[in-house]
């Protein structure tokens, strides 16, 4: 399975200062295994990419291709559970399917067996994101889209549910595209970065990952950390001479 | 306990303003209550309310279902929303007394004629409250239904309705409450019972006891009817919400 994403442009209209441009020409493909990352400062359009690129919305130029039957799983930025269903409602709701087995795992991964019964208004943030994620993990999605899944968790947690994420990545042939700030989750979990400019959006750079990811030490994230860095600085200086 | 201390006070009230007033004005309880066992043991009192009751249900189940089906398609669809305003206007301001005349003039006094036109008058209102709510929906879950590719129909379930629910529950409530006003002057004007119909007799006699044990006891039915069935439906519907202190 692949995602081929090819957006000529795409234009918002808005009453105060007519129309102004969201996203520039991007152009990408994802493959089954295979993680994208995009990072972009804020407000630079990667929702917007995100929103197309899942069909909700059609109003722009260019093409998406993803084999119609691809299943999806998404974790939003913010949760968007249901809130007048329980935790184990809300996951079966978007996955019928799932076994009793799998379910169980799922909630002993996530750390979310205490909270089965609960309505979504009795847990934290934290706890409300997690439920977003066991709820994507649970449609068995081909193609899993992440905004920003680990934000405002506490590192430990972060650490562990990158891992999962990881695991599940390498368990099932699934095209992921993660959205994030950190560079760390980023260098952890991609296998190809595309580097995005403020708006309109462009994809600057595209760097691959080479070492595997199961391969991947401490030292060998640190020194492609330290590389980007590099880069970034470099791209920064020279913008800013000229 | 503060509802039946607050119905006592009630009880009270009409009491003293009786033995204030003289009993051929406003009777009191006893008297009225002594009417009520008389109509009761007679049967009269039940077929009336029975007739009511029946055409309260009828009235009431077709503008609900209609007017939730009409607000929701307004408040998804624009082009209903300006095709239905104008309709929604007229209806709105429409007096219930030129409905039911009209309905009687052209249908003739028949029974359907009553129940068309007393739902007429409850269609608009339940109208607007779906279309206020049906516009309020959360957009973003409708997304993470689309994007979990949720079956249509398990969607509007547990996606749309239970956002819609709040508006039904009080669009019953305010509905419940103008179409038993309605049907009664629809009965007035052209049904041979029901408790509009003895309302009209007892006018015509101005026999106020018999008025008061008519119209008291339909207002103890409604009042069941609110306590057993839309205030559950409500709890339920809101059983997820963080109960306020």
């Known amino acids: ?242 | 306990m503060l509802r039946l201390l607050s119905f006592t006070l009630f009880l009270a009230i009409w009491w003293i303003a009786a033995l204030a007033v003289g009993g051929a004005k406003l009777p009191s309880p006893p008297a009225v209550l002594q009417v009520m066992i008389a109509e009761a043991s007679s049967g009269a009192l039940f077929l009336h309310l029975g007739a009511t009751l029946a055409r309260v249900a009828l009235a009431f189940t077709l503008a609900m279902s209609l007017g939730s089906a009409i607000g929701y398609l307004m408040g998804r669809v624009k082009l209903a929303d300006r095709l239905g305003d104008p309709w929604l206007i007229l209806l709105l301001n429409l007096p219930a007394l030129v409905v039911i005349v009209l309905a009687y003039i052209w249908a003739g006094l028949t029974e359907a004629a009553a129940i068309a036109a007393i739902a007429i008058n409850k269609l608009p209102t339940a109208i607007v409250t779906l279309r206020e709510g049906t516009r309020a929906l959360d957009r973003s879950l409708d997304e993470m239904a689309s994007v979990f590719a949720m079956p249509r129909w398990r969607a509007f379930r547990h996606v749309v309705l239970p956002q819609l629910a709040p508006y039904i529950a009080a669009s019953a409530r305010s509905g419940l409450s103008l179409v038993w006003k309605i049907v009664l002057v629809a009965e007035l004007l052209g049904r041979p019972n029901g408790v509009g119909f003895e309302i009209g007799v007892a006018f015509q006699l101005f026999d106020t006891p018999r008025l008061l044990a008519y119209s008291l006891t339909f207002a103890a039915v409604v009042l069941v009817i609110e306590t057993l069935l839309v205030q559950p439906f409500e709890a339920r519907a809101n059983r997820w919400r963080p109960r306020a202190a």
Do not use: Y
């Not at chain 1, 184990?88 to 067996?113: C, H, M, Y």
């Not at chain 1, 650490?159 to 760390?184: F, K, N």
């Open chain 1, 1 to 242: 399975m692949r995602l081929e994403v090819d957006i000529t442009g795409k234009t918002f209209r808005s009453a105060a200062v007519g129309t102004h441009e969201v996203l520039a020409p991007v152009k990408f493909a994802l493959q089954s295994g295979e993680v994208g990352v995009l990072i972009g400062p804020s407000g630079c359009g990667k929702s917007t990419m995100l929103r197309i690129i899942l069909g909700l919305d059609h109003d722009f130029a260019g093409r998406i291709a993803r084999p119609p039957e691809a299943r999806i799983g998404m974790v939003f930025q913010e949760p968007r559970l249901l809130p007048w269903r329980s935790v184990e409602q809300n996951v079966r709701l978007a996955a019928p399917d799932v076994t009793d087995g799998k379910l169980s795992e799922l909630f002993r991964i996530l750390e979310l067996e205490a909270h089965r019964s609960h309505f979504p208004g009795e847990l934290s943030l934290g706890l409300a994101r997690r439920v977003a994620l066991a709820r994507a993990f649970a449609v068995e999605p081909d193609l899993l889209v992440l905004d920003e899944p680990l934000a405002s968790l506490d590192d430990a947690l972060a650490g562990r549910l990158r891992d999962e994420i990881a695991t599940l990545v390498a368990s099932r042939p699934v095209m992921t595209l993660l959205v994030t700030h950190s560079l760390d989750d980023a260098v952890r979990l991609g296998d190809r970065l595309f580097f995005l400019s403020p708006r309109p959006a462009r994809i600057v750079a595209e760097v691959p990952i080479g070492i595997p990811r199961d391969t991947r030490g401490e030292a060998e994230i640190a020194a492609i950390k330290a590389g980007l860095a590099q880069r970034i600085q470099g791209d920064r200086t020279e913008r800013d001479v000229s």
